[in-house]
Antibody, heavy 120, light 110 residues
Framework: HVTLRESGPALVKPTQTLTLTCTVS??????????VSWIRQPPGKALEWLARIDWDDDKYYRTSLKTRLTISKDTSKNQVVLKMTNMDPMDTGSYYCARTGILGAYVDYWGQGTLVTVSS | QSALTQPASVSGSPGQSITMSCTGTSSDIGSYNLVSWYQKKPGKAPKLMIY???KRPSGVSNRFSGSKSGNAASLTISGVQTEDEADYYCCSFAGGSTLVFGGGTKLTVL
């Protein structure tokens, strides 16, 4: 039974760094073909793919946010971590971690999401 | 990458067939047979309904089907049921290991 669970602060101040953790179960981050993405949804807007990390530690980032994002994994803890620097109120939204399928072309399992508000 | 375009809402009566559209560009939908659809109900995680344009994951009702033509994709629900009421999001691979999503369509079953 595959599950993903996001955790992190609900409120961050502008300019701070956001750190989100995704804890997975039902699969191993080191198994060939496993990929985990972070996806967010600002209020009233479309879903946005942010970053992905693969079983072999390859990493991919949304071009427009590449300088602010860092994705990493701790296989022993079954965790994927996303860091986003210099947070802005425009970064407010729900953040989801998601297991990504073949070629990284679709999401086969999603977490419930965590709402992050950026406000002073 | 620009978001894919979806109608804000569609509606139908139980038993009807409904189709919702998803319009992209030649850089995403038009270039890859890698369109997926997700169902999102309040308070629940999104659920994969269709992947690679036409494939259904195990456990998804065969009332759900997908198609693609040019730069646009569609999700059809045959014999819509009240339990299908949800938000639906389309997604396309957009090259460079990136995904682009639509803004979502709210399905109301009257």
């Amino acid at each position: 039974h595959v599950t993903l669970r996001e955790s992190g602060p609900a409120l961050v101040k502008p300019t701070q760094t956001l750190t989100l953790t995704c804890t997975v179960s039902g699969f191993s981050l080191s198994t060939s073909g496993m990929r985990v993405s972070w996806i967010r949804q600002p209020p009233g807007k479309a879903l946005e793919w942010l970053a992905r990390i693969d079983w072999d530690d390859d990493k991919y980032y949304r071009t427009s946010l590449k300088t602010r994002l860092t994705i990493s994994k701790d296989t022993s803890k079954n965790q994927v971590v996303l860091k986003m620097t210099n947070m802005d109120p425009m970064d407010t939204g729900s953040y989801y971690c998601a297991r990504t399928g073949i070629l990284g072309a679709y999401v086969d399992y999603w977490g419930q999401g965590t709402l992050v508000t950026v406000s002073s | 990458q620009s978001a894919l375009t979806q109608p804000a809402s569609v509606s139908g009566s139980p038993g009807q067939s409904i189709t919702m559209s998803c319009t992209g560009t030649s850089s995403d939908i038009g270039s890859y047979n890698l369109v997926s659809w997700y169902q999102k109900k309040p308070g629940k995680a999104p659920k994969l309904m269709i992947y690679e344009v036409i494939k259904r994951p195990s456990g998804v009702s065969n009332r759900f089907s997908g198609s693609k033509s040019g730069n646009a994709a569609s999700l059809t629900i045959s014999g819509v049921q009240t339990e299908d009421e949800a938000d639906y999001y389309c997604c396309s691979f957009a090259g460079g290991s990136t995904l682009v999503f639509g803004g979502g369509t709210k399905l109301t079953v009257l």
